[in-house]
């Protein structure tokens, strides 16, 4: 099957890895020739573990390639991903821009077949209910213009990617959303997934389009909960992670997204999260329970520094180290990591601070030059007063803590992520201090 995605930002991307990855013959499309040049030399923009590789192994088979010329590509395409960017507006509401510009250039590029039969364009993007309707307008107003009739087909293919195993999600999903409100673009769209051997969830274009929103507004929900909850195990000398634990074993629950910690942060949650209750206020609704769970996240980070000011006092002056500066382990993306707001709070009291991150340090730099970036994670700890745990990299979990401790000026350690053995770091000679954990 011949696929076009357009937009090749890190959804973008990953799906055309993935898609040319199950057979299929694969062209990116984006406006931006710099970025388009480097990904068809094989170079990714973006640091996602195990996507480089398999991008040069799919263009060195010829199923994949990248153009800025939509029109070359779309015209024998049997299918178009739009995977454009739907940043928040000021108001929170999606910003949907981009896509309404590459809808009006389909429907001015678009051509009639002479088998009376259209691509199917299939919304990837994350974007409110309705506006697979919104789409299919946009592209007919241009058709119309033209005095042209092509019996074009929508349907929405919402993405369900975890950043630092996009790949793997892609290519081994727990399920596939698709929407559509025809029997063919149905039909299409499921043979696009065929080879992954997922299952597929049919279901009409406004219910994908809920399906991708409520998903990770109820992911967001649990982290909320679980770090709300945090803060009373504290009070009343409760082990958060015991009780997640017990949680974990009801299967109504599970154990997936019970971790406390300094809050969720990312592309993804924050902006959806933002994007649905703009959505409910402009059906003259308010969802009072993400209004919290925003809440309790916003505030999380700014709770768990609390706790490091209650143990080391006044903060001027101090040397600190903070290990981890991308919102999740396995990506370079740095967008609403809960470290911004403890770095810039850090800066404010006068801290002198040292970071380390293995892929996060370029970016982060961009926001905070003041900051000293070590090289390597012992750099980072000699002299320090205190150390943060703010993203629980493999390399900072599995650091050779037994023998650090003499490095540091004064042994203060708080794992804002909870992934160090507690009692172990005590052995060591360390004031151990994680989240609602003892």
């Known amino acids: 099957m011949k696929i076009t995605v357009v937009g090749t930002g890190y959804v973008g991307t990953t799906t055309t890895v993935a898609l040319a990855m199950s057979g299929h013959t694969v062209c990116g499309v984006d406006v931006d020739p710099v970025k388009v040049q480097a990904l068809q030399n094989?170079?990714?923009?973006?640091?996602?573990?195990?996507?480089?590789?398999?991008l040069r192994q799919e263009l060195a088979r010829g199923r994949l390639t990248f153009t800025c010329d939509l029109g070359q590509v779309i015209l024998d395409s049997d299918v178009v991903l739009l995977a454009v960017g739907t940043p928040p507006?000021?108001?929170?509401?999606?910003?949907?821009?981009?896509?309404?510009?590459?809808?009006?250039?389909?429907?001015?590029?678009?051509?009639?077949?002479?088998?009376?039969?259209?691509?199917?364009?299939?919304?990837?993007?994350?974007?409110?209910?309705?506006?697979?309707?919104?789409?299919?307008?946009?592209i007919q107003q241009e058709l119309t213009l033209r005095g042209?009739?092509?019996?074009?087909?929508?349907?929405?293919?919402?993405?369900?990617?975890?950043?630092?195993?996009?790949?793997?999600?892609?290519?081994?999903?727990?399920?596939?959303?698709i929407g559509a409100d025809t029997p063919r673009a149905a039909q299409l769209m499921e043979s696009v997934y065929l080879p992954l051997g997922a299952p597929q969830l049919v279901t009409s274009i406004r219910d994908a389009e809920m399906i991708k929103y409520a998903s990770n507004a109820f992911l967001a929900t649990k982290i909320s909960f679980m770090n709300e909850l945090a803060r009373l195990c504290e009070r009343v000398g409760a082990n958060i992670q015991q009780v997640a634990h017990g949680m974990g074993w009801d299967a109504r629950i599970n154990p997936h997204f019970l971790q406390a910690g300094i809050g969720y942060g990312g592309s993804c949650f924050p902006k959806d999260v933002q994007a649905l209750q703009a959505l409910a206020s402009q059906s003259g609704l308010s969802l009072q329970i993400l209004q919290a769970?925003?809440?309790?996240?916003?505030?999380?980070?700014?709770?768990?520094?609390?706790?490091?000011?209650?143990?080391?006092?006044?903060?001027?002056?101090?040397?600190?180290?903070?290990?981890?500066?991308t919102f999740k382990p396995g990506t370079d993306d740095i967008r609403e990591s809960p470290a911004i707001p403890i770095l810039k709070h850090l800066e404010e009291q006068g801290a002198h601070l040292t970071a380390y991150d293995p892929k996060g340090m370029a970016a982060m730099k961009q926001r905070f030059p003041s900051v000293l970036y070590a090289?390597?994670?012992?750099?980072?700890?000699?002299?320090?007063?205190?150390?943060?745990?703010?993203?629980?990299?493999?390399?900072?979990?599995?650091?050779?803590?037994?023998?650090?401790?003499?490095?540091?000026r004064q042994p203060f350690v708080f794992d804002g992520r909870n992934v160090l053995n507690a009692e172990l770091m005590h052995q060591w000679g360390y004031s151990y201090y994680g989240v609602a954990r003892h």
């Open 148 to 177: 042209v009739h092509v019996p074009f087909e929508m349907a929405s293919n919402p993405e369900f990617l975890r950043e630092g195993r996009a790949l793997h999600d892609a290519l081994h999903p727990d399920r596939v959303v």
């Open 293 to 325: 769970v925003e809440s309790v996240n916003r505030s999380q980070p700014g709770w768990f520094l609390q706790k490091v000011k209650s143990v080391l006092g006044p903060l001027h002056g101090l040397q600190i180290t903070v290990l981890g500066l």
């Open 42 to 54: 094989g170079h990714l923009p973006i640091f996602e573990e195990g996507l480089q590789d398999a």
């Open 89 to 138: 507006d000021a108001d929170g509401s999606a910003d949907l821009t981009a896509l309404e510009a590459v809808a009006r250039q389909l429907g001015r590029l678009f051509q009639p077949n002479p088998n009376q039969t259209g691509p199917i364009v299939a919304v990837k993007s994350t974007v409110p209910v309705g506006t697979g309707a919104r789409v299919r307008g946009w």
């Open 375 to 408: 090289s390597n994670l012992p750099e980072a700890l000699r002299d320090a007063d205190a150390v943060l745990l703010l993203t629980e990299w493999k390399e900072v979990v599995d650091h050779d803590w037994a023998s650090s401790c003499k490095e540091l």
